[in-house]
């Protein structure tokens, strides 16, 4: 019996009529692709044909779903709120961690409630729409990866990802993204996210932008964690999706010849490393960028993350109190509520507790050290904060295991003390150097 034919990838682009410019535009590109067969109302509806039948049978046939998101389109009752809803029940009927949705938004949106634990891309500013397309086209060949779909791309078209040439420097600070997955192997994490292992660590995709930082409404509010004000990071970075381990820990100390900080830290290899300051941590990131950092375009290091790269990578844009939510959930962290009076292997509370951006541990197991220096708010990159020559005291970012959900907040600062360090370790960013 001969092979079936190959077949496209079924993608189905559900939208709002006052976005029809737009989203004319996407079909246009990916039905250029020649590996997608894209279904659009205006496009595959014939005349005499029962729309809303048609609408669901293509929804209910479709191998993903480009949910494009506007001010419009949000606050809008009409059909696209009811294709919405049947495209949340398909989803539940599918495999955990399978790639189904995709929310797409074309501005400043808030997304409803039943997309947002579901990673999205932002297809705007303009500058930033090709990366965008990128980004949708890459979660897009994973979906047809996982079907056993071949995708034959048309050779004559150029890659929008070119390997950066040895010596070369990054042009824009915008141009992170393509480069660092250039250089990684690439992989579905069980939550569903794109992973990009680099340096023998997983990373994980956090996009330029603003999101909101700090604490707003709490019922004791915390002087420190406020005023909530807006924040824009201006470039792409990848923040390690899990703390430092034991073991890639060891690999620094034998390397220096030094003792490792935990005692039979073999038996919890994959734990986070404790007992290490804030110089610790710095020594660490400057030891791997002097044996792999020369893998990395120019302007381009491993270091700690500021504390604005930390908060947007574990609450996203809408501002979420927890990494997975508003409502605390001890299931989801390791914190003194769950009883483990000790750190855990990283990831143990994956996916379920990851953060909108699939980042692990972002609430409990450690307190982690950012770059930054402890200073009131509103936070200004250019202030002093991220200055590596003043011996001030630094951010942890967190919580612990020894810590109350309190102190598991997304926003929640703690003052790093040199004297508390059995609860303490770090993670890694790939973002562009600090001043």
Not at 3 to 15: A, K
Not at 201 to 214: H, K, Y
Request: charged share 25%.
């Amino acid at each position: 019996m001969p092979d079936s034919p190959p077949r496209p990838l079924r993608v189905f682009l559900c939208h709002s009529s006052d976005d029809k410019p737009t989203v004319r535009e996407l079909y246009q590109k990916l039905s250029a692709e020649g590996w997608v067969d894209v279904w659009l109302d205006e496009e595959k509806l014939l005349p005499g044909q029962d729309w809303e039948f048609e609408i669901e049978k293509a929804l209910d046939n479709s191998d993903a779903v480009i949910v494009t998101l506007s001010t419009s389109s949000v606050s809008k009752e009409g059909y696209v709120q009811k294709e919405l809803r049947f495209v949340l029940d398909i989803a539940l009927e599918k495999p955990e961690g399978m790639i189904f949705i995709l929310p797409l938004r074309l501005d400043h949106c808030e997304r409803p409630r039943g997309l947002r634990s579901i990673q999205g891309v932002d297809y705007f500013p303009p500058e930033r729409r090709e990366l965008a397309y990128a980004r949708l086209c890459r979660s897009l060949e994973l979906r047809a990866q996982a079907l056993g779909i071949v995708i034959e791309k048309d050779e004559s078209k150029p890659e929008p990802v070119k390997p950066i040439q040895e010596g070369s420097a990054v042009e824009s600070k915008r141009t992170i993204s393509p480069v660092v997955k250039n250089l990684s192997m690439i992989k579905l994490a069980p939550g569903g996210h794109a992973t990009y292992t680099f340096v023998e660590m997983e990373f994980v995709e956090v996009p330029a932008g603003e999101f909101l930082m700090g604490s707003g409404n709490l019922e004791e509010p915390v002087d420190e964690e406020m005023p909530q004000h807006t924040v824009y990071i201006p470039y792409d970075y990848f923040l390690a999706r899990f703390p430092v381990t034991n073991a890639q820990y060891a690999a620094y100390v034998n390397a220096k010849g030094i003792i490792h900080p935990v005692s039979d830290w073999e038996k919890k290899h994959d734990h986070p490393v404790v007992n290490v300051s804030w110089d610790d941590a710095m020594a660490y990131c400057r030891w791997l960028n002097d044996v792999r950092g020369n893998e990395l375009p120019l302007g381009v290091v491993l270091r700690l993350p500021t504390e604005a790269e930390w908060e947007k990578a574990a609450r996203g844009t809408d501002g979420l109190i927890y990494p997975w939510g508003d409502t605390f959930d001890k299931n989801n962290c390791n914190i003194d509520e769950g009883g483990k009076n000790d750190t855990t292997s990283v990831g143990d509370y994956s996916p379920q507790g990851d953060s909108p951006y699939g980042a692990a541990d972002m609430a409990g197991n450690v307190w982690e050290w950012t770059h930054s220096l402890f200073k009131s708010y509103p936070y200004k990159a250019d202030d002093g904060r991220e200055d590596e020559d003043d011996s001030g005291v630094h951010v942890q970012r967190g919580g612990s295991f020894i810590g109350t959900d309190q102190l598991a907040r997304t926003a929640s600062r703690y003052r790093g003390s040199p004297g508390f360090l059995d609860f303490v370790g770090f993670r890694m960013v790939i973002a562009p150097q600090l001043p």
